[in-house]
């Protein structure tokens, strides 16, 4: 562990945030009415989800455009690739150059079950050769690109080493950044960093959050991404209503001890799937800026 971070005394931290596309006029509104509170503090993306199952990335560019004028964030467009043609792909991010949009996470994505049969379609397929068909752009090298990984290893994958080696794989090909999928055990997220360093990738790995006030939804969530919930977690949760202020006062204090104990280990970005709920996750971001702020820093080493 020691080889893999450095002691310092002054980088600050800083968080990105992903919201979803609204799916009502009241989602819309909720969205819009918290959206300002990013600014709050030191956001380095805020990027918007696209449709899951393969739906499609349309969505995604409306939710941007009229979240452009209300925060002075740099926004960010995630671009699944699995059930698009390259073609189709190519149109989405002529489309995000257009608007000033280079901060992209690249994705395979996930197909609802009547979308299964695409055998024949000429997609990139995965995220690899989705974050290759971006770089070979005439503008390929003003897109950030931040792509997906996974600490417990992706449940679909062969096995943990081919997992890795496609990461590995992404980051060959010319990723900027590396988000992973949420966890509910630092320690998992100290084993990956180690396996990552051992495999050479050397790109910086943000780790993801979400905090499970909604737990029923949060630990479905987590069951179908195979992130392991620990007896610990869901026993806190005994006889709490899932949402009731309740449920935000324990899943905060988790998140709030996770990404403490991170930052003793000198980890510096935090990820947020926010499930649109700012006003839950920006407080916890401004406790964990000055309870860090106020104590000693480590930091990955960079490369
Ligand atoms: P890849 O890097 O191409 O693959 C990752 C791993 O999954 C590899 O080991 C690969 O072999 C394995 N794998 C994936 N599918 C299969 C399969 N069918 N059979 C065998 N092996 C397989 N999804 C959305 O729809 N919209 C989003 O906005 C979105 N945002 C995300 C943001 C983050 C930070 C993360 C971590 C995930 C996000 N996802 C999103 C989920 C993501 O699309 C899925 O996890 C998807 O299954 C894999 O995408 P990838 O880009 O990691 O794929």
């Known amino acids: 562990m020691e080889e893999i971070f450095k002691q310092v005394s002054d980088t600050p931290i800083d968080f990105s945030f992903e919201v979803f596309p609204p799916k ?3 989602g819309e509104k909720n969205l819009l009415s918290q959206i300002h509170l990013v600014d709050r503090i030191k956001t380095r993306a805020l990027s918007v989800t696209s449709g899951a199952g ?43 150059a257009h608007e000033g949009i280079f901060n992209i996470v690249a994705l395979r994505g996930d197909l609802n079950e009547d979308l299964n049969d695409l055998t ?31 600490p417990e290893t992706h449940p679909k994958a062969k096995s943990r080493k081919s997992d890795l080696e496609n990461l590995k794989g ?14 509910f055990d630092p320690e998992i997220f100290f084993r990956f960093i180690e396996d990552t360093d051992r495999i050479g990738i050397k790109l910086p790995i943000v780790p993801g959050f979400i905090i499970a006030s909604n737990f029923h939804r949060v630990f479905s969530f987590a069951e179908k991404c195979g992130a392991h919930l620990p007896d610990t977690i869901v026993k806190r949760f005994d006889g709490v209503e899932s949402g009731s202020e309740e449920a935000n006062r324990i899943a905060t204090e988790i998140t709030l001890q996770h990404c403490s104990q991170l930052s003793e280990n000198g980890i ?6 926010t499930l649109n709920r700012l006003d839950l996750v920006v407080p916890v971001c401004e406790l964990l800026q000055q309870d860090i702020s106020s104590s000693s820093k480590l930091v990955r080493r960079e490369p």
């Open 54 to 96: 393969g739906s499609g990335n349309d969505r995604t560019l409306e939710t941007i455009k009229s979240l452009e004028n209300e925060v002075s964030s740099n926004l960010a467009a995630h671009l699944t690739c699995i059930a698009a043609t390259k073609n189709h792909t190519q149109q989405s991010l002529d489309r995000y």
């Open 170 to 183: 992404k980051v060959d090909e010319g990723a900027d950044l590396i988000l992973t999928q949420f966890f």
């Open 24 to 26: 009502s006029e009241i």
């Open 120 to 150: 024949t379609l000429d997609s990139y397929g995965n995220a690899t050769k989705l974050v290759r068909g971006i770089r070979s752009r005439s503008d390929g090298d003003q897109f950030h690109i931040s792509v997906a990984g996974y």
């Open 268 to 273: 510096r970005s935090f990820h947020f799937y």
